[in-house]
């Protein structure tokens, strides 16, 4: 098992950032590639950013390129997700999850709870 805990959300105007964190404790972190999904009212859950296990290359959603940064700190078993320049439909719950990256949701092996980014215009 690994537990995610994400933490960072908040409500920012528009152009704002935030980063947010999520904390992987239980089977080793290292095993496995990382990433960032995120759910808007009455949307399916869609990914966002993932981060490879074994080089840390990074992988993002057209919608998200060049504002958003993935990172890991294998050392805190931490997952960060830097968003720069934010956008009122970036509001929405977004969840850790552990699995391959740019897979499905449904092919992700653990979950977060989520934490709630609402941007406001």
């Known amino acids: 098992q690994v537990q995610l805990v994400e933490s960072g959300g908040d409500v920012v105007q528009a152009g704002g950032s935030l980063r947010l964190s999520c904390a992987a404790s239980?089977?080793?972190?290292?095993?496995?590639?990382m990433n960032w999904f995120r759910q808007a009212p009455g949307k399916e859950r869609e990914f966002v950013a993932g981060?490879?296990?074994?080089?840390?290359?990074?992988y993002y959603a057209d919608s998200v390129k060049g504002r958003f940064t993935i990172s890991r700190d294998a050392a805190k078993n931490t997952v960060y997700l830097q968003m720069n320049s934010l956008k009122p439909e970036d509001t929405a719950v977004y969840y850790c999850?552990?699995?391959?990256?740019?897979?499905?949701?449904?092919?992700?092996?653990?979950w977060g709870k989520g934490t709630l980014v609402t941007v406001s215009s």
């Open positions: 999850a552990a699995g391959r990256v740019k897979a499905t949701p449904a092919g992700m092996s653990f």
């Open positions: 239980g089977r080793t972190f290292s095993n496995y590639d």
């Open positions: 981060i490879r296990r074994l080089d840390s290359s990074t």
